[in-house]
């Protein structure tokens, strides 16, 4: 049971390439979601689904976009990379009831030049 | 909208009591999650209140007044492994993927 993981690890871009972060869980969950790490402001929310074939906005969606083609896969697009998108990217996972907690992926980092 | 504090850092001694504190002001609230970060890694589950009252889970304990909008960590018999960054979050009104709002963390150095 791997629970959530991301890939790749840590990748460097240019501005202005494109490029897709895979999230992959294999616990059935229901909800999954996409939040960027910066220094200073927490945890952001970019998009989110609530199951497979939807998709929703976050706090922070533009320059972003996702699909959700498979219930244990969530993917994050970047069609043209900016350096304001140099971050630490997680995905996360969740079942649906009001209590039930988020379990996140060891994160992404990525660096735009 | 969503308001959410902690203080950026704290310092406290091995084998001590700390207390992080957190306040919130949201429109609508569904419960507080706690979460642990440790530098470089993803956060993890520490606690979950939802009714007033304390929380208690080992070492770690968790306290929510929902007419205040404030909640506290306790960690109790600090130990080095303890340093990390501390994650308030709040679950707002039940729409969307039941979504939480994060404060900025709280960073606690345990010293020997």
């Known amino acids: 049971n791997a629970g959530v993981t991301q890939t790749p690890k840590f990748r460097v871009l240019k501005t202005g390439q494109s490029m897709t972060l895979l999230c992959a869980q294999d616990m059935n969950h229901e909800y999954m979601y996409w939040y960027r790490q910066d220094p200073g402001m927490g945890l952001r929310l970019i998009h989110y689904s609530v199951g497979e074939g939807t998709t929703a906005k976050g706090e922070v969606p533009d320059g972003y976009n996702v699909s959700r083609l498979k219930k244990q896969n969530f993917l994050l697009g970047l069609e043209s990379a900016a350096p304001s998108q140099t971050s630490v990217y997680f995905c996360a996972s969740s079942q649906r009831g009001a209590q039930e907690t988020q379990y996140f992926g060891p994160g992404t980092r990525l660096l735009v030049l | 909208g969503q308001n959410i504090d902690q203080p950026t850092e704290m310092t406290a001694t091995e084998g001590a009591i700390v207390q992080i504190n957190c306040t919130y002001q949201t429109s609508g609230f569904n419960g507080l999650f706690w979460y642990q970060q440790h530098a470089g890694e993803a956060p993890t589950f520490l606690s979950y209140?939802?009714?007033?009252g304390l929380e208690e889970k080992g070492r770690f304990s968790s306290f929510l007044s929902r007419s205040k909008g404030y909640s506290y960590l306790l960690l109790k018999e600090l130990q080095m492994k303890d340093s990390a960054s501390y994650l308030c979050?709040?679950?707002?009104?039940?729409?969307?993927?039941?979504?939480?709002?994060f404060g900025t963390g709280t960073r606690l150095t345990v010293i020997p």
């Open positions: 209140n939802v009714l007033d």
């Open positions: 979050a709040v679950r707002g009104p039940l729409t969307g993927a039941n979504n939480l709002f």
